[in-house]
């Protein structure tokens, strides 16, 4: 929670604060003479942290207090009176961390300061600093900085630990950074000291939660890897096959064991200086001794290899010998080659040192100065065996003088961390003797663990690094007041932000009392994974001076390491491998921390506030320790014998009832700190009261799961017991039971780190308010499956099964049982998975309480009302489907037998029933039975033996008004059938009425309460299968209802296979659907998409036939009727062929174009009944050209053909190109045969008549010529394509061309356009764009004038570019047609006459569907005036004085013809082959000589010749070699006629070079000029020649058929003569 200003659950006082109260105190154990300080500060302090002889405070506002033993700056600062870093100030620190000796700080935007002793370079190298600092007295930046990236990066750092020697940084990509010296840097180095921070490699890759640092060992909490824990049943991973009691050690005593006993990075010292001569270890080495001390286990031994000297302080020690190879230069620890003659430690039986000499030389070497320089230990120093004589020492490869040199160029004097009696060394050492001989295998490490655990070693090699990381979490903006933050930010999970519980500790460092965990005293020079707490739900790892704890989501704490002083609370024995803490019933541990020799936990008690455990030395054993002697036999050894001076379990400190509700707890050196805050309007206690409840609700679920569920379940005779549909049931139970503990237990976990920076949190970041959502979907679905199995009654089966399970352990199930419950009957296990639900109401009556410290106005307020109103909802709810299944229960219990037992489903509750005979049906016959049942989800009419079901997503409820009758009835609908129910009261009436009612509401998903009679959802989306006759007899539909039939959108399947998805109305297809009818002869389906209308295929669509063939056109009540595209496919038929036209009743009747692409064939006329008949054209790929009647689909009756070269025949055909009865043959040199023809045109013909020869000077003969002319049997192009505007005109509105309103035409445009819009959403910019344009529609209703015509042009334009518009579909289609017909075998020469009809055609029929729209157009050649107050505006169209001449070639062909160019301007060119040729021979050759020799040629005046030209803007005069210099821009100019499309733009093109030409002769001529025909003609016929025009014939031809017939006469007109007669002369001058 955030401190705000009015916030009332926190106001900052400026002395003493409420919030952040700070008790310290030395460790002393639980007794009355503990001397507590209360450290008073204006500010309430955020965090604390604790080095050996000193400590740090973060206060709010970002201020650091130090306090203690200021070394480096050479004060003693007291408790009470801390001093500021004032070079910290600004720098936003949120969180500060103490190391032995050194100290550190963590900014807001991840930078770190470092201050304290640097002699091993655990401060780093300062930005002020150099290497040679041995201390830096003041707070200096250090960079970390990724080298690795280019360019390099700095790493923005989140979290910060500290040990005496080493100091870890987490960034905020979750990856682990370490400097200063030592193994428990993890770094692949052997350089040290480390003085820039440096990666940790070997866990790169790996998700870093948390990080400890004990004094010369590390932690590190890392998210597990998803293949190690699988998501699917996590439970039993951990569960199958223990006890639930049974500590880690006890599992790990059932492997068999290992003799074999090695670790990968870890060396045993003693075998390397007893027997290893050779440069490398062959194999594992056997580590069992049988007699005498294990290896290791002498303090001076040295079980590890960590490279640098004894006290810690670094050195230059290159690696392991058994790493590099040199065995010649081994060493002992004291500095003497392996070679010297001396005793080794193990060989000598009887003392632990040789002689007092050697244990002097010992001591100095590990502690790298003389013992006299070092200061007095204050009582307590228990830690000064373990740092300094147990410590895993070093084995080096360089000769021994390195080695002292470097050992002693430490600075002694006041850095020394830890002083020792030389004495008390020599007695603990003999003990511990005495004891390991006494018990041989007693060591340090467990025999039964050595196996076990070098096994897990084997398994667990670190190997390479992995580069695969999971994802990464966002980086965390941490708040300038909190100080936890990061701890709680880095246990997030990426996803969902709830802290993972799925984590793995992994330790490295100094072993050598067994504080890294992994079975033995080695040493790890990287992180190793501890196996055995993998699985454990390790949430925080805490590390003190020699031992480590951990503390998992269940609230159970591990511990393991030197327990001289009992800090480990589970006995006196070190342990090498974790070990479950002793800790009394009821306890709950949900926070740790540990010292130099204690612990100190964080519990919740009976009640709400937390009380505080100790573990470690008791006041008795300070004070006894301060008077030994030299001859005392209490010294501080770690055997069995010393246990009864401490005690075996964490004791009670009963002084934290009076430190208020502490947050957090904190150990160093030898104190203890805690932060607590006191009870502001009860906001503290409520978020206490919610924390604590819920870790006693994961510790209770995490109970069941193993003594109950998951017992149950793995049991083998859970499924014959239970039943199959039960054991599914059971199953289903356990998984949303393990889904909802798994919830809890991150929830709980996330509320512990909310507690320890509850000051700077927000309340609104609760998961409960936060993922709101997450819990109630779990609730009801661990509900939902509780329900399903309690209605089946697999409650008295798996009661019966508990029973044979449990046995006489039924006390097991006692400790499970919640308040008020017994432990007899079947009901115990339904009350016990019933508890869980309980907890909803806790959470809202907690919310309730954290509300009421708010102001209503707040935004926290407003928060958490609505959570503790959604919750309690949710409780209330769920308390109901309680009820339901239990009234459910008893219901199938009382209506048991075969007929009721088909109704029994899991999901089913039962609503109300009528057995006591309160409804029956309507007109029942006297001696009927009806029963009638309502469940949630049915209603079942049961008449004797028969049942009816009648699911409520399709059932509609009616009540009955009450007439003269007096009867109280209620109707129900449903897709097939309806009846009438009769109620014996209106009071049964109302209650049937309002529980049917509600049971539809919320099976259609609403609240449930019911809405107002009759009304409930009438129009609804739902699923039914069909089981009546009809249409739909056994489909299934899917999709929208209105009153009891299909309406909307839905999708239908039937058995067969026939699926129809689209829109439905009044039980019908109807609007646009796609359907897919299965072919089982060719074993492929038909499929369809288009338009439907009362149940039947009607209007426009596709569709696709399992042959292969696909039509394209309209439908009408099932069958191809109007306009249609039928594509033949090559799968079912030889040839393949294209038909586009008119369809009648699934026929081709009316005019169509059949292209048979086999046979190079194209028919172009009249159908009937599928059959060509009546006048046609058929063209073939050879070019042969026939017109003339079919009849019964042959060529029957008179006709004419002609063949490429001209030849011609007009006469009676019999059959297809087969003559037979009078005729005339003309030849292409003018011969002419006539008389009786018979046989196949193109095998020969059998002739009987006169053959003619014209003579040269006899007249032409017309009556012969007349029978030639092309055209005499064509289909009218008016007649052609009618059936495509009609279904224009249809989709209009309209039955025929202008029969229909103008404003349904309006209405169905807008329509189309809406449902295009509505239906297509994968529509590009540019569409949605043109759509929403064409919304806006020009006034149709008045005058047209100049003024608004342009708008009427303009969307015109628009509708026509759009395919979705009838106008665009129309322009799309008629783009279809005239491609189909004109195209490929179409493109014959004798075709242009036809084709340029039907453009004029199309223009025709188009524009009185424009002037349907918009009626105040003129007709076609009409005018358009201007209107009164506006200037005369010129157009595009022809322009006459004051008025506008429109047609409809002005206004449509625009449109219409760049789309049909291509066929229509190859079929000019086609034409105009021959003459072209002549065309272009004369060009070239004219074009060879220069232009004045050209103008003369031509005729042309001289004063029209051009004197000058200019060439990139520099004038040049022009001489008669010169070419192409003369009139360029007017050349130029008529060359872009090619690249126009319209008459209209190529006649503008025309009229510019007129003007260019008119420019440039202006300035050659004095005054004013008018053009006259003899100077225009030859100079206009240069430029003809020099512009080089591809087929010019073509583009005047085109021109002159297609032309507005309103410029014809015009200055245009006149232009485009002189344009064709430069074209004609060009052609047939031969002079030229």
Avoid at 4 to 15: G, I, K
Avoid at 132 to 147: A, F, G, K
Avoid at 899 to 918: A, D, G, I
Avoid at 1429 to 1452: F, M, Y
Wanted: hydrophobic share 35%.
């Amino acid at each position: 929670m955030e401190n705000r200003e009015d916030s009332p659950a926190y106001e900052q006082v400026p002395t003493p604060p409420e919030r952040g109260l700070l008790h310290i105190w030395k460790s002393a154990g639980p007794s009355e003479e503990l001397c507590l300080e209360r450290v008073l500060l204006s500010r309430p302090v955020l965090q604390v942290t604790l080095g050996e002889h000193h400590g740090l405070l973060l206060t709010q506002g970002s201020q650091v207090y130090s306090f203690g033993e200021l070394l480096w700056r050479d004060l003693s600062i007291p408790l009470s009176a801390p001093v500021l870093e004032e070079s910290l100030l600004g720098k936003s620190v949120v969180r500060v961390a103490a190391g032995g000796f050194h100290c550190g700080a963590l900014s807001e935007q991840g930078n770190v300061y470092m201050w304290g002793e640097n002699t091993a370079g655990q401060c780093g190298l300062t930005e002020k600093g150099t290497v040679t600092n041995t201390t830096v007295s003041e707070p200096c930046p250090v960079s970390v900085v990724d080298s690795e990236v280019v360019p390099p990066a700095v790493v923005r750092v989140m979290d910060l630990a500290c040990g005496r020697e080493h100091s870890l940084a987490l960034s905020s990509q979750n990856e682990l950074w370490a400097w200063g010296s030592g193994c428990q840097l993890g770094l692949v180095t052997n350089n040290f000291p480390v003085w820039r921070p440096q990666k940790v490699e070997h866990l790169a890759g790996r998700h870093v939660i948390q990080v400890a640092c004990g004094a010369y060992h590390s932690l590190a909490l890392v998210r597990s890897l998803l293949p190690q824990n699988t998501t699917q049943r996590p439970p039993e991973k951990k569960e199958r096959g223990q006890s639930p009691h049974s500590s880690v050690t006890e599992r790990e005593e059932s492997f068999a064991v290992d003799d074999a006993h090695y670790c990968p990075l870890g060396v045993e010292l003693t075998e390397v200086l007893i027997g290893e001569t050779t440069p490398r270890r062959k194999g594992p080495r056997r580590r069992l001794h049988p007699v005498g001390r294990s290896a290791g286990s002498s303090p001076g031994s040295g079980a590890g290899s960590c490279p640098y000297s004894g006290d810690g302080k670094s050195s230059t020690t290159q690696m392991l010998p058994q790493l590099d190879g040199h065995a010649d230069n081994l060493t002992q620890t004291d500095g003497r080659p392996v070679s010297h003659p001396l005793s080794c430690w193990g060989a000598n039986k009887n003392s632990a040192f040789p002689d007092e000499m050697e244990l002097q030389n010992l001591l100095q070497k590990l502690s790298g100065h003389s013992l006299e320089m070092q200061p007095v230990s204050g009582p307590g120093d228990t830690d000064s065996l373990s740092s300094q004589t147990s410590d895993d020492s070093c084995v080096s490869s360089t000769p021994s003088t390195d080695l002292l040199i470097s050992s002693n160029s430490g600075v002694s004097g006041p850095y020394s961390s830890s002083p020792v009696c030389l004495e008390e060394v020599r007695l603990c050492l003999e003990a511990e003797k005495k004891a390991l001989q006494g018990q041989k295998s007693s060591s340090l490490t467990n025999i039964h663990q050595k196996g076990k655990t070098a096994g897990n070693r084997r398994r667990s090699l670190p190997g390479t690094p992995t580069h695969g990381s999971p994802r990464r979490r966002r980086p965390c903006a941490c708040r300038p007041s909190s100080a936890s933050r990061t701890q709680a930010a880095a246990s997030e999970e990426a996803g969902d932000g709830l802290p993972s519980m799925e984590t793995e500790v992994w330790s490295w460092g100094r072993g050598s009392e067994g504080q890294l965990g992994h079975g033995d005293q080695l040493a790890r020079l990287q992180p190793l994974c501890i196996k055995s707490l993998t699985g454990e739900e390790v949430i925080k790892v805490a590390a003190g001076s020699h031992h480590s704890l951990a503390l998992s989501a269940q609230c159970k704490v591990y511990s393991w390491g030197s327990n001289m002083c009992g800090q480990l609370g589970h006995g006196n024995s070190p342990v090498t491998v974790p070990q479950q803490a002793k800790l009394s019933d009821g306890l709950r541990v949900w926070d740790v921390s540990a010292g130099q020799s204690h612990s100190l936990l964080l519990a919740d008690g009976d009640c709400v506030q937390p009380i505080l455990l100790y573990c470690g030395q008791h006041q008795d054993s300070l004070s006894g320790q301060s008077k030994r002697s030299h001859q005392s036999q209490r010294s501080c050894q770690r055997s069995p014998s010393r246990a009864e001076i401490y005690s075996v379990r964490p004791t009670l400190l009963p002084l934290c009832m009076e430190m208020g509700y502490i947050s957090s707890v904190r150990c160093g050196g030898q104190s203890c700190a805690v932060l607590a805050d006191q009870n502001v309007m009860g906001f503290i206690s409520a978020i206490h009261e919610l924390a604590s409840r819920e870790r006693h609700f994961y510790c209770w679920l995490s109970n069941t799961r193993k003594l109950l569920l998951t017992p149950l379940r793995n049991r083998e005779g859970v499924c014959p017991t239970l039943g199959e549909p039960c054991t599914h049931l059971f199953f289903s139970l356990c998984e949303s039971f393990v889904r909802l503990s798994i919830m809890i237990g991150r929830h709980a976990t996330s509320l512990s780190y909310f507690l320890h920076d509850v000051q700077g949190r927000d309340v609104t970041s609760l998961l409960l308010l936060t993922h709101t959502d997450d819990f109630q979907d779990i609730y009801k679905e661990y509900c939902s499956a509780l329900g399903n199995f309690q209605v089946m009654g697999g409650f008295q089966s798996l009661h019966k099964l508990s029973l044979e399970f449990l046995g006489s352990q039924r006390s097991m199930l006692a400790q499970l049982c919640v308040p008020n419950q017994a432990v007899s009957g079947d009901a115990d296990l339904v009350s016990l998975l019933y508890w869980p639900l309980e907890q909803l109401h806790q959470y809202s009556r907690v919310l309730l309480k954290l509300a009421a410290c708010y102001d209503v106005l707040t935004e926290e307020y407003q928060y958490l009302h609505q959570g503790c109103g959604q919750y309690e909802s949710l409780s209330l709810s769920l308390l109901r489907r309680k009820k339901e299944a239990e009234t459910t229960f008893v219901f199938w219990k009382s209506h048991s037998g075969k007929n009721t037992e088909v109704l029994r489903l899991p999901q089913r509750r039962v609503v109300c029933e009528s057995s006591n005979r309160s409804l029956t049906l309507q007109k029942a016959g006297r001696f009927s039975n009806h029963w009638f049942i309502l469940f949630n989800d049915a209603l079942v009419h049961t008449q004797f033996s028969t049942h009816h079901v009648y699911p409520l997503t399709c059932l509609w409820v009616k009540p009955v008004t009450e007439d003269t009758s007096g009867l109280y009835a209620i109707k129900i609908t449903c897709p097939e059938e309806s009846f009438t129910l009769v109620a014996s009261t209106p009071q049964e009436k109302n209650k049937w009425l309002r529980s049917l009612n509600q049971a539809v509401d919320q099976v259609l998903g609403g609240g449930g309460q019911g809405s107002s009679p009759g009304v409930t959802a009438i129009s609804r989306t739902a699923s039914y299968t069909f089981t009546g006759e009809g249409r739909f007899k056994d489909a299934h539909y899917t999709g929208g209802w209105l009153a009891g039939r299909v309406h909307g959108r839905g999708t239908m399947k039937w058995p067969d296979g026939r699926t129809y998805t689209g829109n439905f109305k009044n039980g019908l297809e109807d609007g646009y659907g796609e359907s897919v009818m299965p072919d089982k002869v060719l074993n492929k389906p038909d499929s369809y998409q288009g338009q439907w209308r009362d149940g039947k295929i009607h209007g426009f669509g596709k569709y696709k036939y399992a042959s292969g063939e696909v039509y394209e056109g309209c439908f009408y009540e099932g069958q191809r009727h109007g306009y249609g595209m039928l594509s033949s496919g090559k799968q079912a038929r030889t040839s393949s062929s294209v038909f586009i036209g008119q369809w009648i009743q699934d026929r081709k009747t009316g005019y169509g174009v059949y292209d048979d692409i086999t046979r190079g064939e194209k028919y172009m006329g009249m159908w009937l009944d599928d059959q060509r008949n009546g006048s046609a054209v058929v063209v073939t790929q050879y070019g042969v050209y026939f017109e003339g009647t079919f009849k019964e689909n042959k060529m029957i009756g008179p006709g004419l053909l002609l063949s490429d070269d001209d030849t011609a025949f007009h006469g009676d055909f019999s059959d297809d190109w087969t003559v037979n009865g009078k005729g005339v043959l003309s030849l292409a040199n003018g011969d002419c045969l006539e008389g009786l023809f018979s046989g196949e045109w193109s095998t020969g013909l059998k002739v009987t008549g006169t053959y003619t020869k014209p003579a040269a000077d006899e007249p032409e003969n017309k009556e012969r010529n007349s029978l030639f002319r092309l055209g005499q049997y064509l289909v009218p192009s008016a007649q052609r394509w009618g059936c495509v505007f009609t279904e224009c005109w249809s989709r209009l509105g309209c039955d025929a061309a202008g029969r229909g309103e103008r404003s349904t035409a309006w209405e169905n445009i807008a329509v189309t356009i809406t449902t295009a819009q509505r239906h297509s959403p994968n529509l590009s910019r540019s569409q949605s764009k043109a759509l929403e344009s064409l919304e806006f529609i020009p006034p149709q209703g008045e005058a047209v004038t100049t003024a608004n015509f342009d708008n009427i042009r303009r969307y015109f334009i628009k509708a026509c570019e759009t395919p979705i518009h009838p106008l665009g579909w129309l322009v799309e289609t008629l783009v279809t047609v005239y491609r189909m017909t004109y195209v490929g075998v179409g493109s014959n020469r004798r075709l242009l006459r036809q084709a340029v009809q039907e453009v004029q055609a199309y223009l025709t029929h188009f524009y009185c569907l424009v002037r349907f729209l918009f009626p105040g157009l003129p007709e076609d050649g009409g005018i358009i005036p201007d209107p009164p107050a506006s200037p005369t505006k010129s157009r595009h169209n022809s322009n006459i004085e004051g008025i506008v001449v429109v047609s409809c070639s002005s206004l449509l062909l625009p449109l219409l013809l760049p789309r049909l160019y291509p066929p229509l301007f190859t079929l000019y060119s086609l034409q105009e082959e021959q003459e072209e040729a002549q065309y272009w021979e004369r060009i070239l050759r004219l074009n060879k000589q220069p232009d004045q020799s050209l103008l003369s040629f031509l005729g042309v005046q001289e004063k029209f010749w051009p004197v000058w030209m200019s060439i990139l803007g520099e004038k040049k005069q022009i001489v008669s070699s010169s070419k192409d210099a003369c009139f360029v821009s007017a050349v130029e100019t008529l060359q872009q006629i090619s690249t126009t499309f319209t008459p209209s733009d190529k006649l503008m093109v025309i009229q510019k070079t007129f003007e260019e030409l008119t420019q440039e002769v202006k300035p050659m001529l004095d005054g004013d000029f008018l053009w006259c025909m003899d100077d225009l003609l030859p100079l206009f016929l240069y430029v003809v020649l020099r512009a080089r025009i591809r087929n010019l014939g073509a583009e005047v031809n085109l021109i002159e058929d297609l032309m507005d017939p309103n410029v014809q006469h015009g200055e245009m007109g006149l232009m485009f003569t002189t344009l064709k007669a430069c074209y004609i002369q060009i052609q047939h001058e031969s002079t030229l």
